[in-house]
């Protein structure tokens, strides 16, 4: 017997996932991409394409939103949602996108003066992970709405961990990104390193695992590093956005961030050979492409 219908608005990496996993514990899903082909992945996997987010919010009480950027959550709300929200108050949007703590506890306030509630719900783990029943919610925002959307939070994540208010879920996603970024970098390098100096990297790559320095990005990541299997799990240019978010905000605390100075560009540097749209872990690609010339 299915549950009440859960709306998702963005089915690409993320919104895919967070669909499978309500999917699999019963939910009708009721979605809605600008992209007709991802509107279709969704209907292959058992959901139901709907022509637009007003459909989609006139048939679901919970929405996911899982849009690319901060820009992207306030139009879907204040113009998409904007009619619907007026014949249909109560509506509660989980907003999964990794957004500006500051503009979205913003945007919350001005959705809850329509009548709608409001949650953080960024995730942490790519969308391959979060397919697979590990990401683990972040969650910012009013407990009792929370409550109210539990089975829901609980079908989506294997576990969740309720931050603070809204924008406080947001920046704990930020720091474990900082993290995670630069992990993902080192890992990068020190194989590049590796490799470089005579080892064999695959080998070398198991005996880190085993080491103090395993991280769980070796087990995500480096396998793809060592195959130059790019395939998308987490895009570049999603995680510059995040890189850039966390040194608006570091700029706004006074406080400097010299790693992820430098991570931010290698990015940019991964953006401008035309990997943007391709797995954060080709930033072994712009490591291996910085080799110093021979001394004379």
């Not at 793809?224 to 995680?239: A, C, I, P, W, Y």
């Amino acid at each position: 017997m299915r549950v009440a219908a859960v709306g998702v608005v963005g089915v690409g990496l993320l919104g895919e996932a967070l669909a499978r996993r309500l999917l699999h514990a019963g939910y009708e899903v009721i979605g809605f991409d600008l992209d007709p082909a991802r509107n279709e992945r969704l209907a292959e996997l058992g959901g139901h394409p709907a022509a637009s987010v007003a459909a989609v919010a006139e048939r679901c009480e919970s929405i996911v939103l899982a849009v690319f950027s901060t820009d992207q959550v306030e139009m879907v709300i204040e113009r998409e949602l904007a009619s619907t929200l007026d014949n249909n108050p109560g509506r509660i949007v989980l907003c999964a996108s990794t957004c500006d703590p500051d503009r979205i506890a913003l945007i919350a306030g001005r959705a809850a003066a329509r009548g709608l509630r409001f949650l953080e719900t960024p995730v942490s783990g790519s969308s391959s992970q979060v397919g697979r029943g590990e990401g683990v919610g972040l969650i910012g925002g009013d407990a009792a709405v929370l409550a109210a959307v539990e089975p829901a939070v609980r079908a989506m994540f294997a576990s969740y961990f309720h931050i603070g208010k809204i924008g406080d879920a947001g920046r704990a996603k930020l720091a474990i990104n900082l993290i995670l970024g630069l992990n993902r970098l080192a890992l990068a390098e020190g194989l590049v390193f590796a490799e470089r100096i005579g080892l064999d990297p695959k080998a070398f790559l198991d005996v880190a695992r085993r080491s103090a320095a395993y991280s769980q990005v070796m087990d995500i990541k480096g396998g793809k590093m060592l195959r130059r299997d790019f395939s998308t799990e987490g895009k570049v240019s999603q995680h510059l956005k995040d890189v850039r978010l966390m040194l608006a905000q570091a700029a706004h605390a006074k406080q400097e961030l010299p790693m992820l100075a430098v991570h931010a560009q290698v990015l940019e540097a991964c953006v401008q050979q035309g990997e943007g749209d391709l797995d954060n872990s080709i930033v072994v690609e712009e490591i291996r492409r910085r080799r110093r010339n021979a001394p004379r």
